[in-house]
């Protein structure tokens, strides 16, 4: 039988139903005193109202889809999906919806990346200096940007991390490199040219539509908040708030994808960057090109004896990027943590932009700061030779964590408000609505360290003295070993449980085990979490959540387990506004500070990604003189990490870095040498 709560409900608190007092709820309830509304008991509310589902009327359910789910709609159709592939489409969109803390993650880290590029080009000159196109400021720029496109993409597995690091600095950064035996060697540098100026033309605009679906979002939830404190305390709307907020991550999302913004075709991108990367690999196969580049650069013939491995065609050959893996749409793609895998002498490289970033930034461009472009021969010099990373594109950086901290702050943040709200809505305590936004977060959260774990067994240590990571799988490793019963045999006395562990764990340092969790727990597990989404906000749209059991909020041991039909007048003095305040501004102060970020890293990137240049100059202008205005801001917080960072350097005892290593923006110029920074 279908119960009809509202009818129910009445006759209940008006005593007309016979065995009124038969289920009254007696027990304590904590926030109520003893003169509180009578409660009807749950095996009550079966016997006398019904066990089926009071669906919403068509009416109420129609306000919660034009309210909710065409905003909602909205925004969806706005993410950066692949234009026709359906199963990358729907792979990425679970991944979005199922895994929200990890994409946001892998987005915020290129955001990062990208607006390190883009302020090396803010600093390459004098802050009142804008040389025209054609120059090696302009040059440098559409170098740099084409290496932010590069790292949407995945390379080749086979590729040595050194070797492949190196080739792509020549590929983006030489312009003395002949090709194809040419003697023109400004061929590369046109090539360059060309390609920047077809990844700009060709990347997706839209940006208009994603701030209107974005606004129509902002105009939904604020007129929910305004319907919830017009009738505090009422149950359908305060869900229906709830339901906004349990979504308060996805605008921050689709926002933060115009900043990390996909190409129009992705493949035929990645066609035109294999064939740059493969006509400079086959120009360094040639001893009389790098004969002559050597004597052009003044380098010496140790310099390039990493060159000889580029004729291996089972290493080399072939695409060297394989697949597009931007906007979080891939598993352990990071931003500048790229995840590897052993496979012989091989590694599994994820991305390239930050490894070569960060050799650049702490080698070069953070010691020479503003102008460091004003010997533009000496500076590509030093950015192409000068500046290698030791461990190629085989690189770690803690400030990842930074970006998942943050991403977990803004979904968990979002997700939180809508649980308070909706646990503190009569029936107060855990309930179906409740219960499933705390499911969906753990699930959420389970993905993401699962991940990280994943990544964390498999990738290869780096070369650097101190590897936090290395230390940690290591000393884990020797506890492991001393748990082992004495009887477990070493495969070899040299290695003695070492050994014992290398073979009980050789599968979980595998290629094969990544791919095992990716297949069989993480997509699966996001399939589910975005069906469970799903099924939230059909629930609440439709009122599946109306029956005895969900309103009785009984989930957890010694709360609920009744219904609470009273009027609503009743919790205004027992302190629900002070719940629902506390719910709804921890949503929007999260929503408020993450959507700030994404608009503050799109204004003053968008001169880097700019097709006409003198509007990008016209950009570069306004984002200075916005980084002069608000540089304040910025010192107080350097000043705070520099503290930071001398304290942690003193309670190791002066091991690592004691100062920054990040380019800081300024105004002023340094008047430094090059040969002060160790380039002639």
């Known amino acids: ?260 913004r996909n190409q129009v075709s992705a493949d035929a991108i990645r066609e035109r960057l294999n064939c740059l990367v493969e006509d400079v690999r086959q120009a360094l196969i040639n001893p009389e090109i790098v004969a002559a580049f050597m004597r052009a650069t003044k380098s010496t013939d140790e310099d390039f004896t990493w060159c000889k491995c580029l004729s291996d065609e089972k290493v080399f050959g072939g695409d060297f990027f394989e697949r597009f893996a931007g906007q979080g749409r891939s598993h352990w793609h990071y931003g500048g943590t790229p995840s590897l895998l052993t496979t012989q002498n091989s590694l599994m490289l994820d991305l390239v932009a930050h490894p070569i970033l960060a050799g650049i930034e702490t080698k070069f461009v953070a010691n020479y700061g503003r102008d460091w472009l004003r010997h533009p021969a000496a500076a590509r010099l030093a950015i192409v030779v000068g500046s290698r990373n030791i461990n190629g594109l085989r690189f770690f950086d803690l400030r990842m964590v930074w970006q998942v901290t943050s991403s977990i702050f803004i979904v968990c943040g979002s997700i939180g408000g809508a649980f308070i709200l909706s646990y503190f809505t009569p029936t107060v305590g855990l309930g179906c609505r409740s219960g499933g936004y705390l499911i969906y977060m753990v699930i959420a959260l389970g993905l993401l360290v699962i991940e990280v774990l994943t990544w964390w067994l498999t990738h290869e240590t780096t070369n650097t003295a101190v590897d936090p990571l290395a230390r940690v799988r290591t000393k884990m490793s020797l506890r492991y070993s001393r748990s082992l019963p004495e009887t477990c045999p070493p495969t070899d006395d040299s290695l003695g449980y070492q050994g014992c562990i290398d073979q009980l764990w050789p599968w979980f340092r595998s290629r094969s085990f990544r791919t095992f969790v990716r297949n069989f727990i993480l997509r699966p597990g996001e399939i589910v979490n975005t069906a469970w989404l799903t099924y939230i906000i059909f629930a609440q749209t439709f009122g599946a959540y109306q029956t005895c059991t969900c309103m009785s909020s009984n989930w957890a041991h010694g709360r609920g387990g009744f219904i609470d039909f009273h009027t609503y007048d009743y919790y205004i003095g027992q302190g629900v506004f002070v719940y629902w305040g506390a719910a709804t501004a921890l949503s929007v102060t999260v929503m408020t500070a993450g959507l700030t970020y994404i608009v503050h890293e799109y204004c003053t990137q968008s001169h880097f990604s700019t097709e006409n240049y003198s509007r990008a100059m016209k950009g570069l202008r306004w984002t200075r003189a916005w980084k002069r205005g608000t540089q304040w801001v910025r010192g107080c917080m350097g000043k705070i990490l520099e503290w930071g960072k001398l304290v942690w350097w003193k309670i190791r005892g002066g091991k690592g870095r004691k100062g920054r290593r990040s380019l800081v923006w300024t105004k002023d110029t340094q008047l430094f040498r090059l040969s002060n920074l160790g380039f002639n």
């Open 1 to 260: 039988m279908r119960p009809d709560f509202a009818t129910c409900g009445a006759r209940f608190i008006n005593g007309s139903i016979a065995s009124h007092s038969k289920y009254i709820y007696n027990s304590s309830v904590r926030g109520l005193n003893s003169t509180g509304p009578d409660l009807m008991t749950l095996e009550g509310c079966k016997q006398l109202c019904g066990t089926g589902t009071d669906y919403y009327s068509w009416q109420d359910s129609a306000n919660t889809i034009t309210t909710w789910m065409l905003p909602i709609l909205g925004l969806l159709v706005q993410a950066p999906y692949e234009s026709n592939e359906a199963r990358k489409t729907t792979l990425a969109l679970c991944r979005w919806a199922g895994s929200p803390i990890a994409a946001l993650s892998y987005i915020l880290w290129n955001i990062k990346v990208t607006g390190k590029a883009a302020l090396m080009i803010d600093m390459a000159t004098r802050y009142n200096e804008y040389p025209p196109r054609g120059s090696d400021f302009s040059l440098m720029r559409d170098s740099m940007y084409i290496l932010c496109i590069m790292n949407q993409y995945t390379p080749k597995p086979t590729l040595p991390p050194i070797e492949a690091e190196r080739l792509l600095r020549l590929a983006i950064f030489s312009n003395l490199l002949s090709l194809n035996g040419l003697d023109d060697d400004q061929d590369i540098v046109r090539r360059r040219t060309a390609l920047a100026q077809n990844f700009r033309e060709g990347r997706k605009k839209g940006v208009v539509p994603v701030f209107i679906s974005f606004l129509w979002f902002v105009f939904a939830l604020a007129l929910s908040i305004q319907l919830a404190y017009g009738d505090i305390g009422g149950n359908e709307t305060a869900h229906n708030l709830a339901l906004g907020l349990l979504v308060g991550w996805l605008p921050i999302l689709i926002m933060a994808s115009t900043v990390d």
